[in-house]
């Protein structure tokens, strides 16, 4: 995986909420800290979250998104 983003964080997943057309997936980094990202339900699919499964928070501006390799 290669971004111009500078702010990756590795954790995993602890969970994912959907809602009709966004979730809200929840990311436990380390020391217990949890980041949360808004992103279409349509992402959750097609990147395969899963809670307990490894992702990144990958933080650019104001934006947190989810990546996973």
Same mark, same amino acid.
């Given at each position: $995986?290669?971004?111009?983003?500078?702010? +990756? +964080?590795?954790?995993?997943?602890?969970?994912?909420?959907? &809602?009709?057309?966004? #979730?809200? *997936?929840?990311? =436990?980094?380390? &020391?217990?800290? *949890?980041?949360? #990202?808004?992103?279409?339900? =349509?992402?959750?699919? =097609?990147?395969?979250?899963?809670? &307990?499964?490894?992702?990144?928070?990958? %933080?650019?501006? #104001?934006?947190? $998104? %989810?990546? *996973?390799?």
């Amino acid at each position: $995986m290669k971004l111009s983003a500078r702010n +990756v +964080v590795t954790g995993v997943i602890k969970n994912v909420t959907k &809602g009709a057309t966004t #979730s809200h *997936v929840r990311l =436990e980094i380390a &020391g217990g800290q *949890v980041i949360t #990202s808004s992103i279409t339900n =349509e992402a959750v699919e =097609e990147l395969g979250l899963k809670e &307990g499964g490894k992702a990144y928070a990958v %933080i650019k501006a #104001s934006d947190v $998104m %989810i990546a *996973v390799d």
